[in-house]
T-cell receptor, first 116, second 113 residues
Framework: AQTVTQSQPEMSVQEAETVTLSCTYD???????LFWYKQPPSRQMILVIR??????QNATENRFSVNFQKAAKSFSLKISDSQLGDAAMYFC?????????????FGKGTRLHILP | DTGVSQNPRHKITKRGQNVTFRCDPI?????LYWYRQTLGQGPEFLTY????????KSRLLSDRFSAERPKGSFSTLEIQRTEQGDSAMYLC???????????FGSGTQLSVL
């Protein structure tokens, strides 16, 4: 079964600094998607970034980038120039199978605090 | 694009009552997913549809839970004989087949007293 593990329940970072959230996953598939979702206090799940496993280049979206290590099954999220609005729960997630329309499996999340 | 809409936003009910939630996906999306999220946890998959066909149900979805998507547009999730353990946020998401990108609604927070 596909699993996603986030080992950091909470993290804090000073405003304008950089923070990295960790995620490991386990899959028997060779092709899959990985995601980071943000859930602010409003509880709305927002897609932050998506990585296709067959792509070697790490995905980047403005201040958000990932470090995708396929052999190590590691998928960390780096947030640069942290802003107060980045405070939220962050969930690492993956598609459960090679079927890109399959369900997404989520980790337990990391709560990120931004210190002014 | 009006986004995924869920109603109601909050529902308080007494144990043993039946409740029904509604999800309206983004109009051109043919895939619709239901997840459940308890406080401090990630969303757990419940079930999903392609058009009106229910393709998979999680073991979490007991016989008291039923979901429908009768015309391949909106979906309903019904919980019969609610229990306190059903208290959670119920999230709906939709996607276009082949894109692998889910868009979530704001959820329905259920409290069973």
């Amino acid at each position: 079964a596909q699993t996603v593990t986030q080992s950091q329940p909470e993290m804090s970072v000073q405003e304008a600094e950089t923070v990295t959230l960790s995620c490991t996953y386990d899959t028997s598939e060779s092709d899959y998607y990985l995601f980071w979702y943000k859930q602010p206090p409003s509880r709305q799940m927002i897609l932050v970034i998506r990585q296709e496993a067959y792509k070697q280049q790490n995905a980047t979206e403005n201040r958000f980038s990932v470090n995708f290590q396929k052999a190590a099954k590691s998928f960390s999220l780096k947030i640069s120039d942290s802003q107060l609005g980045d405070a939220a729960m962050y969930f690492c997630a993956s598609i459960a199978s090679m079927n890109r329309d399959d369900k997404i499996i989520f980790g337990k999340g990391t709560r990120l605090h931004i210190l002014p | 694009d009006t986004g995924v809409s869920q109603n109601p936003r909050h529902k308080i009910t007494k144990r043993g009552q039946n409740v029904t939630f509604r999800c309206d996906p983004i109009s051109e999306h043919n895939r619709l997913y239901w997840y459940r999220q308890t406080l401090g946890q990630g969303p757990e998959f419940l079930t999903y549809f392609q058009n009106e066909a229910q393709l998979e149900k999680s073991r979490l979805l007991s016989d008291r839970f039923s979901a429908e998507r009768p015309k391949g547009s909106f979906s309903t999730l019904e919980i019969q004989r609610t229990e306190q353990g059903d208290s959670a946020m119920y999230l709906c998401a939709s996607s276009i087949q082949g894109v692998g990108k889910l868009f979530f609604g704001s959820g329905t927070q259920l409290s069973v007293l």
